[in-house]
């Protein structure tokens, strides 16, 4: 499977949440790269962050951010065990 930049770009705007906290939430400044305000801006469309410019995850955010965040983290454990052979 293949994920167009679109995809990669709002992965990078959900890594910025802390997985560990609903409480923190982002704001996406007017100036900051325009593939992450527009990956930003369909992250709200679909319903995944509170605000056009960042604000908190939502209850489905949330739920995504637990799959993220167990990717990230197999993804991690599996490049640390392949570096030590």
């Known amino acids: 499977m293949r994920m167009s930049d679109s995809i990669l770009q709002e992965i990078r705007v959900l890594s910025q949440f802390n997985p560990a906290s609903g409480l923190e939430g982002i704001k996406v400044h007017h100036d900051a790269d325009p593939a992450l305000i ?48």
């Open 38 to 85: 527009a990956a930003t801006e369909r992250l709200f469309s679909k319903g995944i962050i509170s605000r056009i410019d960042g604000g908190y995850l939502t209850d489905a955010g949330i739920e995504l951010m637990r799959h993220l965040d167990s990717l990230t983290t197999v993804l991690g454990t599996h490049t640390e065990s392949a570096s030590l052979h």
